[in-house]
Structure formats: structure tokens, C-alpha cells
């Protein structure tokens, strides 16, 4: 059983960086699959980013080269640093958690969500 809390969403304007986090609460993640998506209105939820257990990243192409997905198992929290901000990737991000994925790209493989953190870019 894992809880999880995003948090470090805001407004900032296109070419700017935000930090995102996801901590856990009751339970350590240490053996999940990680995986961040994101949501805009009217818009189907969206693969952004996910980290295996083991280590191994993996991003979409819309934001590869800009984020950056990391986690820290000690504190029970994964990040996702976005850098070079574009007004598309205005979205509510969300983090999510499964025992094990066979494709990160899909929602249904992830056990477990947060909340999800507003992200809005200005152009």
C-alpha cells in the first residue's frame, strides 16, 4: 500500500524550470516502478516520465532532453525536474506507483496516484 503527495507545481513563464515532488507516506516505494503523467483539460492523460526500481529511465519524446526524472528510495520521494518550460506542458502532473510495469506508457499499469500538482507555463 502506497500513498503518494505531489507537490512544487506553480506558474512560471515558457524557458523557465520547476521542480517537482512525490513523497510517500505509509509505506516506502523502494520496490516501485515510478511513473510521472499529466492531464490537460479536455485532454487524455499524458506519459511524461517513469523510473524502474532498478534505476532505468525512460521519457517521452515531447520532453526528453528537458526533464528529468530521479528518485531518492532513502526518502521515500521521486522528482521531476523540468527545465525550459513550454506553455504545452500546462497540465496537472501526477504521480504514480506500480509493483511492476510491462508498459510504463500506460496509465492502467500504476497501482497508485497522487493528487496531481498544477503546472502552468506562460508564453
Known amino acids: 500500500q502506497v500513498q503518494l503527495v505531489e507537490s512544487g507545481g506553480g506558474l512560471v513563464q515558457a524557458g523557465g524550470s520547476l521542480r517537482l515532488s512525490c513523497a510517500a507516506s505509509g509505506r516506502t516505494f523502494s520496490s516501485y516502478d515510478m511513473g510521472w503523467f499529466r492531464q490537460a483539460p479536455g485532454k487524455e492523460r499524458e506519459f511524461v516520465a517513469s523510473m524502474r526500481s532498478g534505476g532505468s529511465t525512460y521519457y517521452a519524446d515531447s520532453v526528453k532532453g528537458r526533464f528529468t526524472i530521479s528518485r531518492d528510495n532513502a526518502k521515500n520521494t521521486v522528482y521531476l525536474q523540468m527545465k525550459s518550460l513550454k506553455p504545452e506542458d500546462t497540465a496537472v502532473y501526477y504521480c504514480?506507483?506500480?509493483?511492476?510495469?510491462?508498459?510504463?506508457?500506460?496509465?492502467?499499469?500504476?497501482?497508485?496516484w497522487g493528487q496531481g500538482t498544477q503546472v502552468t507555463v506562460s508564453s
Open positions: 504514480a506507483a506500480a509493483l511492476s510495469t510491462y508498459d510504463y506508457r500506460l496509465s492502467r499499469q500504476y497501482e497508485y
